[in-house]
């Protein structure tokens, strides 16, 4: 049902019955390790290239999720995806493995929000029983497709972002045992004029204040209503600047905890991050994982996810084009709250 | 469940002009440490420097070679190094450290190459490897070219005699 | 003493090519390319070439000396055959780094592969 402008009411409540996250060494060396199903040990994961590593975190993250969820594959009535790479691969090809019917999507980082928002809007309306919604992103098919070859010396400033290595999927149902989708608001793209794409956070953060703000007025929710508030890969530099977004038009994020998946993923001290995570795997793998372990124990009773993209590509920056941004928010909350 | 009051949730929406916002977003980032920088670089660079002038030296005095002769088996040689460097997933590692200190010599223009081909050998050794090799190297020799042409024309057309 | 100049001038080209990355915010290939022809231009006024003697191999490591040895090239071939030798003497000098280059890239890809 549609409240406000553009968010999704989900009366019905549909439930995260079950999700799968698997990542990389980087992220197993981070602090969430533990709350992951599978932590891999090589980048490269004995595959013959990056882009079928990528492809084999995506597939195995959907295994788990639906064996979590206690359903069988064939149960699942739409899959819903994305991914960074071009034309989708890495969906492409788990989707033609899960024999699924398959909605492919692409948000960027934003994939894992916006394609979970569709999965409960689907099962919310009526059109499916069961929905999985899933994303991936891997730091060496970022590099390739969007940056330099993995190998090459090129010395990153202090803005950039690592791309996370993992993938994380979600089974959404009518009914059952698990926290559950109340809202989502689907966010418009924003451009501020920013250009550089080593500075994702600052091209991205008015994205996230705009479609939070939109949140709040289609919901008459304040920030005192949800226990956390996490942006998708803003990191270092773009929370910053969301933080002093939402103070200068008197937002009261102080009332919650404002955190960004970006800065928990990593252990941005210790590990060469530079500003903190991205990709889509970023929140996608922070809130299948970590944020659901909270949410099941009671730790947080709800939570406002909003991912945020950057929507540029390769040839839209060397035709010195700015970089349009984009942020999905999804409210999650305990099961019996 | 939140309940609904009016006007609750109705922020001042988001508006700031581009202008504006850049200037905003500039005043919030970490400053790239120059000088530091510029420090690693130059240590880095001169040393890989000093590192080629040991190499000359010593095709110089072990094959009795001048040193216009011994600049091409130099170059070779720094490029095999940085070569097998990038092969061992090192060469980046220092780059990061030691930035235009490894990207400006010679070296990092085989790493650039090395590199390219290495990331591409999974799309075949013709269109992966072949196609892809000069995808950042191919400015730098496309430059050089145009340039050296550039002043060959001005020489030509001026009567300059050349070296 | 050669090699303390070596260290010097190589590290001072180093030093203008970062400063190109952080306060010009170019990316590396506008940088190299732009040293490229400040190493040209710097041969056509005939500097480059007393900076070699000078400096050694802290002149000819550099990216800039690739712009010299195609401008050396260029006259060299103008001065020896005439004016079509400006474009077939440009890559006499420069022609065992390029080779070099690609024959070791190519070796290397075969056997390996990349870690990341």
């Not at chain 1, 980087?26 to 490269?44: S, T």
């Not at chain 1, 034309?87 to 398959?102: H, K, V």
């Not at chain 1, 001290?269 to 809130?287: D, F, I, L, P």
């Not at chain 2, 085989?110 to 992966?128: D, T, Y």
Request: hydrophobic share 45%; glycine share 12%.
């Amino acid at each position: 049902m549609l409240r406000g402008k553009q968010t999704w009411w989900f009366e019905s409540r549909p439930v995260i019955i079950g999700t799968g996250t698997v990542v990389g060494p980087d992220e197993g060396a981070g602090p969430l390790a533990a709350d992951f199903d599978l932590v891999h040990a090589e980048l490269d994961m004995n595959q013959k290239s990056w882009e079928k590593a990528e492809r084999l975190l995506l597939e195995q993250a959907s295994d788990f999720a639906i064996k979590n969820a206690g359903i069988r594959k064939e149960q699942v009535q739409f899959y819903v995806g994305g991914d960074l790479l071009n034309q989708l691969i890495s969906n492409s090809f788990t989707a033609r493995d899960l024999g699924l019917p398959y909605i492919g999507v692409f948000g960027a980082c934003s994939t894992s929000m916006l394609s979970l928002a569709l999965a409960a809007q689907l099962v919310d309306s009526g059109a499916a029983e069961y929905a999985m919604a899933g994303t991936c992103s891997h730091n060496c098919t970022a590099e390739k497709q969007f940056r330099y070859p993995t190998e090459y010396g090129s010395q990153k400033p202090p803005t950039a972002q690592y791309t996370v290595t993992g993938a994380g999927a979600a089974v959404v149902a009518a009914s059952g045992n698990g926290p559950v989708i109340t809202c989502a608001t689907i966010g418009k793209i924003v451009d501020l004029g920013i250009s550089d794409p080593f500075n994702m956070g600052a091209a991205m953060a008015p994205a996230a204040v705009d479609t939070i703000q939109t949140h709040f007025s289609d919901t008459g929710r304040v920030p005192a209503d949800y226990d956390m508030i996490v942006t998708g890969d803003l990191a270092t530099v773009g929370h910053r600047i969301a933080v002093d977004l939402f103070a200068r038009d008197g937002v009261p994020m102080q009332d919650t905890v404002f955190s960004d998946c970006g800065l928990m993923i990593y252990d941005i001290e210790r590990q060469k991050v530079q500003a903190g995570g991205s990709g889509c795997a970023c929140s996608a793998v922070v809130t299948y994982g970590h944020l659901m372990k909270r949410l099941r124990n009671g730790e947080l009773k709800r939570i406002l996810v909003v991912a945020t993209g950057a929507l540029l590509s390769p040839l839209s920056y060397q035709q010195g084009e700015t970089i349009p941004c984009i942020a999905h928010a999804v409210a999650i909350e305990r099961g019996d709250a | 469940m939140a309940t609904k009051t009016a006007g609750r949730g109705k922020f001042k929406p988001m508006s700031m002009s581009s202008k504006e916002y850049k200037t905003f977003a500039k005043q919030r980032e970490p400053s790239r440490s120059v000088l530091a920088n510029c420090v690693r670089a130059f240590v880095s660079g001169g040393l890989i420097c000093v590192l080629g002038q040991a190499i000359q030296n010593g095709y110089m005095s072990w094959m009795k070679l001048s040193s216009t002769q011994a600049a091409n088996p130099t170059v070779a040689t720094l490029i095999f190094i940085s070569v097998l460097l990038t092969c061992f997933g090192v060469y980046d590692k220092i780059a990061q450290w030691a930035g235009a200190g490894s990207a400006v010599p010679v070296t990092g223009f085989a790493n650039s190459m090395c590199s390219a081909a290495l990331e591409h050998r999974a799309e075949g050794l013709v269109l992966g490897v072949g196609g892809n090799m000069f995808k950042l190297a191919g400015s730098v020799i496309v430059y050089g070219t145009v340039a050296a042409f550039v002043i060959g024309l001005i020489h030509v057309i001026f009567g300059i005699r050349g070296h | 003493m050669q090699f303390l100049w070596a260290f010097l001038v190589g590290g001072g080209i180093c030093v203008l090519g970062q400063l190109m990355f952080d306060v010009l915010k170019l990316t590396p290939a506008h940088t190299m390319s732009t040293l490229v022809v400040l190493g040209a231009v710097a041969d056509a006024l005939g500097w480059y070439e007393p900076l070699v003697e000078f400096a050694g191999a802290g002149a000819t490591v550099p990216i800039t000396s690739f712009g010299n040895a195609l401008v050396h090239g260029a006259l060299t071939e103008l001065e020896q055959t005439g004016p079509i030798g400006v474009i077939a003497g440009m890559f006499k000098v420069t022609s065992a780094g390029i080779s070099a280059a690609i024959i070791f890239s190519f070796l290397a890809a075969l056997v390996v592969r990349p870690k990341g």
